[in-house]
């Protein structure tokens, strides 16, 4: 039964950095296609990164250059490193197993000025 658990996320303000963690269980992340999504009060999920069984990373259009998505095998854990965050990168924040359907919980990641 694959399982993710999100974490790290908080209130900052413009400008400032978080990284979120997301621990993987009943999958492997390193074997798997792994991706950060988001979604914003009122708005649809969308795909904010994801990262291959073999590494190629992929970024939305809006974060690229202030987001990195890696992973650790060891720990079976994906990360989201978040930088120059801005007020509309608030959302809450969720990771997935790109070939399977479970969600976790998401993670609130809240941006102010």
């Known amino acids: 039964q694959v399982q993710l658990v999100e974490s790290g996320g908080g209130l900052v303000q413009v400008g400032g950095s978080l990284r979120l963690s997301c621990a993987a269980s009943?999958?492997?992340?390193?074997?798997?296609?792994m991706a950060w999504f988001r979604q914003a009060p009122g708005k649809q999920r969308e795909l904010v990164a994801s990262i291959s069984s073999g590494g190629t990373t992929n970024y939305a259009a809006s974060v690229k250059g202030r987001f990195t998505i890696s992973r650790d095998n060891a720990k079976n854990t994906v990360y989201l490193q978040m930088n120059s965050l801005k007020l509309e990168d608030t959302a809450v924040y969720y990771c997935?197993?790109?070939?399977?359907?479970?969600w976790g919980r998401g993670t609130q990641v809240t941006v102010s000025s």
């Open positions: 997935k197993f790109l070939n399977r359907d479970t």
């Open positions: 009943g999958s492997t992340v390193s074997i798997n296609p």
